[in-house]
């Protein structure tokens, strides 16, 4: 079935370093969404996109839709502590269904 | 505030017992969904329904039964678990569940349930 390789899995940063995650999948994808989930709650969405190569920034994220639609990057920049949490992308396919990638877990000392 | 509203938090249940999760949306939207999520793997879709009708059963046990009555609640009714079906149900909504913008899902906060 269709996957989604989310990288890394997990990331330990000094806060202010900035942070760059990705997905990448054999298959192509007419939306892209990057949610974070916080402990104990559930995804929240920061970022859709709906084009091929498209750039779009949310304060300190940038997210891109990758030219051939099947992949995607976030980057955050200038980390703080609230960025802590589990970062996932997902990919919407032709059904409409959503396909998640496996989630990068940040974390971020102070 | 997502606008989806899981209820309970956290249930403990024994593998004999018959509990029901529920769901609630403020968001006008018409279609609904469960998703399963355990540790270390991708959020697992079990459920869809669009305007109160299943149109996606995603090879669930029918250990759990879905119950959509109207656009803005839906159900989860378990019984006979399994300690392997603990984990974390999410329910979300969108708009619609067709291919377009308009299908951007939100997220409740989730049921933490742990079966014994």
């Known amino acids: 079935g269709q996957q989604l390789n989310q990288s890394p899995q997990s990331m330990f940063i000094q806060e202010g370093e900035d942070v760059s995650m990705n997905c990448t999948s054999s298959?192509?994808?007419?939306?892209w969404l990057w949610y974070k989930q916080d402990p104990g709650e559930g995804p929240v969405l920061l970022i859709a996109?709906?084009?091929?190569?498209e750039l779009t920034s949310n304060g300190r994220l940038t997210a891109q839709f990758g030219i051939t639609r099947k992949d995607s990057f976030l980057n955050i920049s200038a980390s703080i502590p609230s960025d802590v949490g589990i970062y996932f992308c997902?990919?919407?396919?032709?059904?409409?269904?959503?396909?998640f990638g496996q989630g990068t877990t940040l974390q971020v000392k102070p | 505030e997502t606008g989806v509203t899981q209820t309970p938090r956290h249930l403990v249940m024994g593998m004999t017992n018959k509990k029901s999760l529920k769901c609630e949306q403020h968001?006008?939207?018409?279609?609904m969904y469960w998703y399963k999520q355990s540790a270390k793997k991708p959020l697992e879709l079990m459920f869809v329904?669009?305007?109160?009708?299943?149109?996606e059963n995603n090879s669930v046990p029918s250990r759990f039964s879905p119950e959509c009555p109207n656009s803005s609640h839906l159900f989860l009714h378990l019984h006979t678990l399994q300690p392997e079906d603990s984990a974390l149900y999410l329910c979300?909504?969108?708009?619609?569940?067709?291919?377009?913008?308009?299908?951007?899902?939100?997220f409740g906060a989730g049921t933490r349930l742990s079966v014994l």
């Open positions: 979300a909504s969108s708009q619609e569940s067709q291919p377009s913008a308009k299908n951007i899902q939100y």
């Open positions: 298959s192509i994808f007419n939306t």
């Open positions: 996109l709906y084009k091929a190569g």
């Open positions: 997902a990919g919407q396919v032709n059904t409409g269904k959503l396909i």
């Open positions: 968001l006008g939207h018409n279609a």
């Open positions: 329904y669009n305007f109160k009708e299943q149109t």
